[in-house]
């Protein structure tokens, strides 16, 4: 057996895989996107573009899509900033910072499942421990997972502080990596720490803060669980984004096909910022 075919066999097992659980599922979503497809009847009939027409019709839709955007801009503004303040911080030696870098871990290693259970009963209106403390100030007790203008941006604090420890470790990592001595250099030359952060450490870090950035795009767009398990896209669909807006479609009114548009909509979207992700902002080393 010659080589070129070899190779193809070994890579058999790995290109079956991908087939599997990426290729199929997608044609799968598209080919019932086409038909009137719901789950637990005959066989669909084949109807086009309908599916895709309905769901522009429905304004929740629509709203989801623009809640799923800003969703993840403030998301990506959270998840951005303060693991790279919070990395500074804490690039440091010694017993203090080595304790601090473990316990912020915790937030990342609970399931999403606790995280969504505890902060509903700390945030709970009536029993709740943060209201406890509101009203232990002669404050006025809050609802945060009720309230129309208030709930969307507290989950969007609570989902980026799940993210900020996997953020932060990320780019502690990337920090141990520049040299001291490039810093050594520029406090003899007069630089102050804001120079050396901007001359220094941005451009050292810059790749690592660049797959920061695509990852928490990428999750935030897809959060689902924790809307889910807190809100379920309320109160009056204030935090309906589109991965509830298709579960519901999908698991709560049965169709199928309608929700298979949207999630091939919402599969467009995500390749369409990547791939613009990855063109325009994407690291390039210099040339020598």
């Not at 991908?18 to 109807?47: D, H």
């Not at 999403?112 to 945030?123: A, C, E, F, K």
């Not at 609802?143 to 993210?163: P, R």
Request: charged residues 10%; hydrophobic residues 55%; without cysteine.
């Amino acid at each position: 057996m010659s080589s070129r075919y070899k190779g193809f066999l070994l890579l058999a097992p790995v290109i079956i895989l991908v087939i599997l659980i990426t290729v199929l599922p997608i044609a799968t979503m598209i080919i019932n996107s086409l038909k009137a497809t719901r789950f637990g009847f005959e066989e669909a009939p084949f109807i086009g573009l309908k599916n895709y027409f309905d769901i522009f019709k429905d304004e929740i839709y629509v709203d989801a899509i623009g809640k799923s955007f800003l969703w993840t801009f403030e998301n990506l503004i959270i998840q951005l900033t303060i693991p790279l303040f919070i990395a500074l911080l804490f690039n440091k030696e010694g017993v203090f910072y080595a304790i601090s870098k473990s316990l912020l871990l915790i937030p990342w290693v609970l399931p999403m499942v606790v995280i969504s259970i505890v902060w509903r009963w700390l945030l709970e209106p009536n029993v709740g421990f943060v209201n406890h403390l509101l009203t232990s100030m002669n404050l006025e007790p809050i609802n945060f997972l009720g309230s129309l203008n208030l709930t969307f941006h507290v989950l969007v604090l609570i989902n980026s502080w799940h993210f900020i420890p996997f953020g932060t470790i990320l780019m502690l990592a990337a920090l141990s990596t520049v040299p001291q001595s490039l810093y050594d250099a520029a406090k003899v030359d007069g630089a102050n720490a804001f120079q050396r952060f901007i001359y220094i450490t941005f451009p050292n870090i810059g790749r690592i803060i660049w797959f920061v950035g695509l990852l928490a795009f990428m999750w935030s767009f897809n959060a689902f669980d924790l809307i889910w398990l807190t809100t379920r896209g309320g109160p009056s669909n204030a935090t309906m984004t589109l991965p509830t807006y298709i579960y519901k479609l999908a698991f709560k009114m049965y169709n199928a096909g309608q929700s298979s548009a949207a999630a091939f909509i919402s599969t467009v979207i995500l390749i369409g910022i990547a791939t613009i992700y990855f063109v325009f902002f994407s690291p390039r080393s210099e040339e020598k």
